[in-house]
């Protein structure tokens, strides 16, 4: 395979291969700094893991985002990282009119499934579309032709058009798959074993001061609940016995990131370590809240279950 070595406009280097995978090592956060990527979902399967990130393209409007793709990053080893060339285009679902919002990607029976947020071609507001591969660097399809939830299915809560974002997904060891999303209000739902319908009835979940980017996860018997947090965001968390809750909420897991309005997390476990993935606009000289990027930092829990603060940091992960 040939491999081109090139300086990048941020002044890093990157090693561009001849199938247009990128490879290249973090020297610390943010970890990606030849493009602006934001929402990270993280994903650990067969010894890596994969970074599932809306583009945050430019020029953007002043203060609006421009995303009409989500890119994909996998690492054995938390340092060096490959930028696989295939992307996710908020067009490939062929009902949505664009805006590649917050995703993240699950595997079920060796088949990948892609949740994504993007804007209904034809019923006003945002959706929540679902594609799947036998590959989890794609290439994906649009598993449904159509939206899984509209923005019509929730008017019972909220008027707003943007309530039903940012996806997370979750299978508990019993075998059921929830899907929990929202902005404003939370809302979960049971899927069905085939990933791509709903099981049962769409439930609102109570969190104080909750704004959007729900990420649930387990450990330990406990059930996490983390979201971002009035506005401009930081990281909060809710803890539960019971997937169904009640949630009790913990306070801050994350202050406000550097130079981003929103903050958008990912918590995952890989190696034996517990590692905390996000987003902030600390790319020079142009970095802000619709130019981001991604970081990594160390999550620790404490031996009741509670989580200590995270420490961001400009290092990046050192062991
Ligand atoms: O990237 C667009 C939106 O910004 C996401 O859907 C939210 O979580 C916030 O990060």
Redesign the pocket.
């Known amino acids: 395979m040939m491999l081109l070595t090139l300086m990048t406009c941020a002044g890093s280097f990157a090693t561009f291969a001849s199938n247009n995978d990128t490879t290249f090592v973090a020297s610390g956060n943010p970890i990606v700094n030849y493009k602006y990527l ?2 990270p979902a993280a994903m650990v399967y067969d010894g890596k893991v994969y970074i599932y990130a ?1 583009h ?1 393209e430019c020029p953007a409007p002043e203060q609006y ?1 421009l ?1 009409n793709e989500w890119c994909i990053l996998s690492t054995e080893d938390m340092h060096t990282f490959t930028e696989h060339a295939y992307t996710l285009k908020a067009t490939d679902f062929k009902w949505a009119k664009g805006e590649a ?2 995703s993240q990607v699950i595997e079920r029976n060796g088949k990948f499934y892609w949740y994504v ?1 993007v804007e209904h071609a034809t019923i006003p507001g945002k959706s929540i579309g679902v594609a799947v591969s036998d590959s989890p660097i794609g290439p994906f399809k649009d598993a449904r032709g159509s939206a899984l939830i509209t923005n019509d299915m929730t008017t019972e809560y909220t008027s707003i058009r943007w309530d039903d ?2 996806p997370t997904v979750f299978i508990d060891d019993d075998g059921q798959a929830y899907l929990f999303w929202g ?1 404003t209000q939370c809302y979960y739902a049971k899927l069905k074993e085939n990933m791509t319908e709903l099981d049962g009835p769409i439930m609102p979940i109570q969190l104080p001061r909750f704004t ?2 729900p990420w649930i996860h387990k450990h330990n018997g406990w059930y996490y609940l983390s979201f ?1 947090s009035e506005f401009p ?1 930081k990281i909060c968390y809710a803890m539960s016995r019971n997937i169904n809750g009640p949630w009790e909420y913990k306070g801050i897991l994350n202050e406000i990131a550097g130079n981003s309005n ?3 997390q990912a918590i995952i476990e890989f190696k034996g370590k517990s590692y905390f993935i996000y ?1 902030n606009g600390s790319i020079n000289t142009d970095g802000c809240g619709f130019r ?1 990027a991604i970081c990594i930092d160390r999550l620790y829990y404490n031996e009741d279950g509670t989580i200590r603060r995270i420490q961001m940091t400009s290092e990046g992960i050192w062991e």
């Open positions: 934001g929402d809306g945050d985002y995303m919002w917050a947020t974002i940012d902005n959007e980017a971002a965001e929103t903050n958008h987003h981001r």
